[in-house]
């Protein structure tokens, strides 16, 4: 059943290229304004501080829009066919393997058009699967809340900024010790263990809160 | 004898009210005579962070029996909540000019924690202001408080015991509880946290007799 939701997906973002090459042109021209202000004069901190908010900034974006397919007729075909936790499951595997490819390639056109700035670029790949797949779990279940709530442009930035602080904060702060260059013996793993509980958790309570939103 | 828990709230606040300020504390360094803002500034936070909980037990409840009264709580209980932060938050911000020297820092993660539960809630009103059905209302707004709380927690709760915070008890600064509050502070404290708490559960049940009132006239 997931496998069939997650083709479903995955098919309909092929089907319509004008959503998969919007996404990549919104990360690159974000980038480019970004690298055009700053003039490449970024220190360390900045330069971490910058990556962040761009990719907090497009994952908010770019999760708004995965569930606001989901209204009208299509949610009540949903509704019929499937369960809900199978289809909460899907959103949020799909939104996670699709925010892994965009967060890579913003990082590449990042360290393009600015400078590469990391020193550890293992723990830095560590640090970028664990927040995309975070940001996923968190912004489908507030995707879900927000395309049942109407008439309110910006509704989904104000949910999800707040919920998604305790996450960008351990991954500024642990990230900041890959651009600095820590060895590994001195990385701090207990926040990469609160990433890892914030995904699983973050998961469960979608798992469990996702059945209410489901009938309308 | 249903009043009992208002008058207790009363003569507890009236008494931490006074006593507070003329009873012993021990003298310390950089607190001075501001250490009996323990007396104030604390007990609303736990105040606040009883009617959150509330709200959140209630947006549960709502959630599990799909009943209107339950969100009409929690939402009564978010209010008042929310209401406590800001005596909470300029107490705060007058304790830290007098010793940490400024009015706010963004060095210390309860305050963060602080600001974003602040930001949640306000999240939390517009969500509801936003959806027009009530019964979807209710639902929608009942798992998104869910889950901001379970956030909100992890923030408070976890975050600043890994980082260093300027609050006592955290990050090499002693803790009240520890060494510094003796006996005589505790009598008013604790006075002080349950008066508080009384006080909130007092305002929610207001509250809710307003808005059953108001759902009787709609009706």
């Given at each position: 059943m997931i496998f069939s939701l997650l083709k479903k997906e995955l098919l309909l973002e092929f089907r319509q290229k004008s959503t998969i090459g919007g996404v990549v042109v919104y990360v690159i021209g974000t980038i480019f304004v970004s690298a055009l202000c700053f003039k490449g004069k970024l220190d360390k901190p900045t330069w971490n501080a910058l990556f962040w908010v761009i990719t907090l900034f497009t994952s908010v974006t770019i999760s708004g829009k995965s569930f606001l397919k989901e209204t009208g007729g299509q949610a009540l075909f949903n509704f019929l066919h499937y369960s809900p936790t199978h289809f909460i499951v899907a959103k949020i595997l799909y939104n996670m393997a699709f925010m892994l490819v965009l967060s890579f390639i913003t990082f590449f056109f990042y360290a393009f058009f600015i400078k590469n700035e990391v020193e550890n670029l293992g723990l830095f790949f560590v640090v970028l699967v664990l927040a995309s797949t975070g940001l996923a779990a968190i912004l489908s279940l507030m995707s879900a809340i927000a395309s049942k709530a109407s008439g309110n442009f910006a509704i989904m930035s104000i949910l999800s900024f707040p919920v998604l602080m305790p996450l960008i904060i351990v991954v500024i702060r642990i990230s900041k010790q890959a651009v600095d260059g820590i060895e590994w013996a001195g990385v701090g793993f207990s926040f990469i263990g609160i990433l890892i509980a914030l995904n699983v958790l973050t998961i469960v309570l979608s798992f469990l809160l996702f059945p209410y939103l489901w009938r309308d | 004898m249903k009043h009992w828990y208002k008058i207790i709230a009363v003569i507890l606040i009236l008494y931490t009210l006074v006593w507070g300020l003329l009873n012993d504390v021990p003298r310390l360094d950089i607190l001075n005579e501001t250490i009996r803002n323990v007396y104030y500034h604390v007990p609303i936070w736990f105040a606040m962070l009883f009617m959150m909980s509330v709200s959140v037990v209630q947006s549960i409840l709502t959630l599990t029996k799909n009943k209107l009264d339950n969100d009409a709580k929690a939402y009564n209980a978010a209010l008042v909540g929310f209401f406590f932060s800001i005596p909470g938050l300029t107490t705060g911000s007058i304790w830290a000019k007098y010793t940490w020297g400024t009015w706010w820092t963004f060095q210390d993660p309860k305050l963060n924690g602080v600001a974003i539960s602040i930001l949640i809630y306000l999240a939390y009103f517009i969500l509801r202001f936003s959806v027009d059905d009530e019964l979807k209302r209710a639902r929608i707004s009942a798992v998104y408080n869910v889950f901001a709380f379970v956030m909100m927690n992890v923030f408070i709760m976890i975050l600043p015991r890994l980082t260093d915070s300027l609050?006592?008890?955290?990050?090499g600064n002693p803790a009240f509880a520890k060494y510094d509050m003796d006996s005589s502070m505790r009598m008013v404290f604790y006075p002080a946290v349950i008066g508080w708490i009384l006080f909130g559960y007092w305002l929610f049940e207001i509250k809710n007799r307003i808005s059953f009132i108001k759902n009787k006239i709609h009706d």
């Open positions: - | 609050h006592p008890g955290n990050g």
